[in-house]
C-alpha cells in the first residue's frame, strides 16, 4: 500500500524531465559477450582488402562532391540564364520609361530653379494649380501574382538608378493603413538618404535635395503594386507629394494588377486630378515563359534535362495552380536538386557544359549499366568516349526543330511550354516513326488535350505538331520569308538543317526575282510556285521532325542528365507533412539509429522507443477517442518492462568481476512516468495529431490523423 509522502509526490509533485537515448555502438563492441554469445569469431582482413575498401570510399566521397559542385555550377549557369532572359525582355520597356522620366524632369525644370531661402523652408511653395501636376507611369502588369514582378520592378530601379535619378522602392506593406502616411514617408526618407533619419518630415528631403548636385537629377517613387496599397494613405501621400512637387521633382511610378481603371477606383478624385499619367505595358506571362523555357530546357546550356512525366508535370502545376514564373522556376530548380541527390553517376555532367567535349569527359564504364545502354549497336568502348559528344549533337538538333515549330505555331498562339511537352514524348516520337506524321486521329479512338489557351487538341499520330506544321500551307508568300528567316537564325550552327533551309530560301528568292511586266499565265504560274514552296517548307519540316526530333529518353546514357521521377519531384513539391510525421514517428530507430529499438516486427511498444514514438505507437490501438486512463497505463507498463538486452544482463553470471557490471532495470516512479507521459501528449499535441479534451469529455483526447 502506498505511504503518505508517495501519494503526495504522485499527486502534487510532477516536474517534466527529458529524457536522453541515445544508441552507444563503442559500448556494445567494448562490452564482452555473455553465455553463447561469447564465442569469438576470427576474421583475416588483409591489407590489399582494407586499402581497397578504403579507395572505394573516398572514390564515393570525391563523386559525392563532385555531385554538389556539378549542381552548384548548373543552378548557378540556369539563374544567371534567367536573369538573363528577363533583363532582355524588359530592356525596351525600361529604356522607354528613363527616357519618359528624362523628358519629364525637363518639363519641371523649364519653371527654372528656386533660391535656396524658399526651397528649404519648411512649407510648401503657393503655385498655380498646374504646377501640382505629377508625371505618373502606370506600368500594367499581366500576371494573375504579383511575385513575378517583385523582381521586375527591383531591376527597374537599379537601371533608373544607373542613369543617375534617386529611386526609392515603396511595397504596398509602406501603405497600410496601420502605419498611415507617416510610414510611407519614414521608407522614402530611409532609400533616398541612405537611412540618416527616421523622422517622417518631408522638408527634411526638400533640404537634401537643393545640397550639392542633387538636384540635378530627378526623384523617382517606385510604388510596386498599388491595388494592394491602402486607398486613404496613397491618396494623401499623392496630395501631399503635389504641394512640394515645384521643390522635389518627384516622378511616381505605379505598378497596375489588374486594370487602367484602377487608379480611378482606388484613388480619391482629389489625389487623380493631380497626376498627369503616361502607360506602359510590361511582356506578357507567356512570352517570358516561353523565353525561359527556350534558354533552359530546350537548350542544353546547364546539363540538365527533364523527362516528359516531370515536364507534364511542372506544366500542370503551372495552369492549374498560380500560374506564375516563380513557381515553375522553384519546380526545376526542386527538379535539379533531386536528380543530383539520386543519381550517382551525375558527377559527370560537367562534359555536356563545355563547349567542346574533350576525351577526359567520357561516361564512366559503370554508365554501361544504365537501362537504356542495353542495346547498343556499337562497341562499349566507342560508346562511352563518343558518348557525351553524341548526346549534345542529338540535343542540338532537337532543340532546333522544336524552335523551328515554335515559329511556326506563334501566328496560332501556340505556346512553346505544349510544344516541349509533347515533343518529350516518346510514345509519339515512336508513332512518327512508324507512321506518317500527320495521319487523322480514329474518330474512334479520341485522346484529347488541353493548352495553355484552353483550345483543344489531338495528341494521336502527332497531335499538336501535326496541327503546327499544316499552318505553314496556308501562309502567303510574305509570311513565309519571314518564317524562313527565322529558321535561319534559329539553325545557326547546325549545319546539317541549316544548310537545307538556305536551299529553300534560295528558292524562294529565285520566285521572287520577276521582271515588272508579266502575263495572266505567269501570274497563275506564279502564284503555283508559291504553292509548291509552302509544300517544300511543310515538307522540310515534317523531315526534321522525323530524323532529328528524338526525345531524352529514346537517347543513350539519358539517365546521367535526364530526371525522369516525376513522383519524387511532386513529393518534395507539394509534400505531406502530417503523414511525415507519422511515418518518424513509427519508425524512429531509422533516425535514432538504435539497434535496441529495432524489432523484427514493426510498431511493437517496447519500454527502449522515445516517450512520443511509444505513445504514438500506442495510440493506433484506439479509435477516434483515447481515454487517457487506459493510455496511460498503456504507457506505463511498457516503459516498467525489462528490455531483451536488460535480461540477458540480469542472468547470473559465472565470473564475479561480470556479475558487478550487470545492469540493474530502473525503477520508474510515478512521478516520472506522469511528467513523461505529459510531455509526449503534448507533442503530439504540437504536432497536430491530437486534439486536448474538452469540457464535456474530459478524460478523452481525440486522434485528428488517422492513416498513411
Same mark, same amino acid.
Given at each position: ?70 549542381? &552548384? ?29 528624362? /523628358? ?10 528656386? @533660391? ?11 503655385? @498655380? ?29 537599379? &537601371? ?113 486630378? %493631380? ?46 495552380? @498560380? ?56 562497341? /562499349? ?18 532543340? #532546333? ?79 513565309? &520569308? ?15 538543317? %541549316? ?84 511515418? @518518424? ?36 490501438? %484506439? ?5 487517457? %486512463?487506459?493510455?496511460?497505463? #498503456? ?6 518492462? /525489462? ?6 544482463? #540480469? ?58
Amino acid at each position: 500500500m502506498a505511504t503518505a509522502d508517495e501519494v503526495h509526490i504522485s499527486d502534487n509533485d510532477l516536474k517534466p524531465f527529458f529524457v536522453l537515448h541515445k544508441a552507444s555502438n563503442s559500448q556494445q563492441h567494448a562490452r564482452k559477450p555473455v553465455g553463447r554469445t561469447s564465442r569469438k569469431v576470427k576474421v583475416n582482413l588483409s591489407s590489399s582488402l582494407a586499402a581497397s575498401d578504403e579507395s572505394q570510399l573516398l572514390d564515393d566521397q570525391l563523386h559525392k562532391n563532385s555531385r554538389m559542385k556539378n549542381f &552548384h555550377d548548373a543552378w548557378v549557369k540556369i539563374e544567371s540564364t534567367i536573369k538573363d532572359v528577363l533583363h532582355n525582355i524588359n530592356a525596351d520597356v525600361f529604356n522607354e520609361i528613363n527616357g519618359w522620366v528624362q /523628358k519629364s524632369f525637363g518639363a519641371i525644370c523649364s519653371s527654372g530653379k528656386l @533660391d535656396t531661402n524658399k526651397a528649404t523652408c519648411s512649407y510648401p511653395t503657393v503655385t @498655380d494649380v498646374t504646377s501640382n501636376q505629377i508625371f505618373t507611369a502606370f506600368v500594367v502588369m499581366s500576371n494573375i501574382e504579383f511575385v513575378d514582378d517583385l523582381q521586375t520592378f527591383a531591376d527597374l530601379g537599379v &537601371h533608373l538608378q544607373s542613369h543617375g535619378c534617386h529611386v526609392a522602392n515603396l511595397s504596398s506593406l509602406d501603405f497600410s493603413a496601420k502605419s498611415g502616411i507617416g510610414g510611407c514617408l519614414r521608407s522614402l526618407l530611409r532609400q533616398i538618404l541612405n537611412g540618416s533619419t527616421d523622422a517622417a518630415d518631408i522638408s527634411i528631403l526638400a533640404s537634401w535635395y537643393m545640397e550639392h548636385d542633387n538636384y540635378k537629377n530627378p526623384v523617382v517613387v517606385i510604388i510596386e503594386d498599388m491595388d494592394r496599397c491602402s486607398a486613404s494613405v496613397l491618396s494623401d501621400f499623392i496630395l501631399m507629394l503635389s504641394e512640394w512637387v515645384i521643390k522635389i521633382p518627384v516622378i511616381l511610378i505605379l505598378g497596375v494588377a489588374t486594370t487602367l481603371e484602377a487608379p480611378k477606383n482606388i484613388l480619391s478624385s482629389k489625389a487623380v486630378q %493631380h497626376l498627369s499619367p503616361s502607360k506602359f505595358f510590361l511582356g506578357h506571362p507567356t512570352d517570358r515563359l516561353d523565353a525561359i523555357i527556350e534558354a533552359v530546357l530546350v537548350k542544353p546550356c546547364s546539363g540538365f534535362l527533364v523527362g516528359h512525366k516531370v515536364a507534364a508535370f511542372i506544366r500542370n502545376c503551372f495552369l492549374r495552380q @498560380d500560374g506564375t514564373l516563380t513557381s515553375f522556376v522553384r519546380a526545376v530548380k526542386m527538379a535539379i536538386v533531386q536528380h543530383f541527390l539520386m543519381e550517382p553517376l551525375s558527377f559527370t555532367v560537367k562534359g555536356l557544359l563545355d563547349e567542346e567535349v574533350a576525351e577526359a569527359d567520357a561516361w564512366p564504364r559503370q554508365a554501361l549499366d544504365l537501362p537504356s545502354c542495353k542495346r547498343l549497336s556499337e562497341p /562499349k568502348s566507342e560508346a562511352l568516349l563518343s558518348g557525351a559528344s553524341q548526346m549534345k549533337e542529338v540535343l542540338n538538333l532537337w532543340s #532546333s526543330v522544336v524552335l523551328c515549330l515554335h515559329e511556326v505555331g506563334k501566328n496560332q498562339r501556340t505556346t512553346l511550354l505544349d510544344l516541349y511537352d509533347e515533343a518529350l514524348d516518346p510514345k509519339l516520337y515512336n508513332l512518327r516513326n512508324s507512321d506518317h506524321l500527320e495521319v487523322k486521329p480514329d474518330p474512334q479512338r479520341p485522346s484529347w488535350n488541353c493548352d495553355m489557351h484552353g483550345q483543344s487538341f489531338e495528341r494521336q499520330k502527332g497531335g499538336l505538331i501535326s496541327r503546327t506544321i499544316r499552318q505553314i500551307r496556308d501562309l502567303p508568300s510574305a509570311a513565309l &520569308h519571314q518564317l524562313l528567316e527565322k529558321w535561319d537564325k534559329k539553325t545557326e550552327g547546325v549545319d546539317m538543317i %541549316h544548310e537545307k533551309v538556305k536551299e529553300l530560301q534560295l528558292q524562294e528568292d529565285d520566285n521572287l526575282k520577276e521582271p515588272p511586266t508579266r502575263s495572266r499565265k505567269q501570274t497563275i504560274r506564279n502564284n503555283g510556285n508559291s504553292d509548291r514552296l509552302n509544300e517544300k517548307a511543310a515538307a522540310l519540316i515534317t523531315c526534321m521532325t522525323r530524323e532529328h526530333m528524338q526525345p531524352i529518353e529514346c537517347i543513350p546514357f539519358h539517365e546521367i542528365v535526364c530526371f525522369r521521377n516525376a513522383d519524387k519531384l511532386q513529393a518534395a513539391l507539394v509534400g505531406d507533412p502530417r503523414k511525415r510525421i507519422q511515418l @518518424d514517428l513509427l519508425e524512429c530507430n531509422k533516425f535514432l539509429k538504435c539497434s535496441c529499438c529495432c524489432t523484427k516486427s514493426h510498431n511493437v511498444p517496447i519500454s527502449s522507443m522515445h516517450d512520443t514514438s511509444l505513445m504514438y505507437t500506442l495510440a493506433q490501438e %484506439h479509435g477516434n477517442l483515447i481515454n487517457l %486512463h487506459d493510455w496511460y497505463q #498503456s504507457f506505463k507498463a511498457v516503459i516498467s518492462q /525489462k528490455t531483451v538486452k536488460d535480461k540477458h544482463n #540480469s542472468k547470473v553470471s559465472p565470473s564475479p568481476k561480470k556479475r558487478k557490471i550487470t545492469a540493474q532495470p530502473q525503477i520508474i516512479t510515478e512521478a516520472s512516468a506522469q511528467a513523461r507521459f505529459c510531455r509526449a501528449v503534448t507533442e503530439l499535441q504540437i504536432t497536430g495529431l491530437l486534439r486536448m479534451p474538452s469540457k464535456r469529455r474530459q478524460d478523452y483526447v481525440q486522434r485528428v490523423a488517422f492513416g498513411l
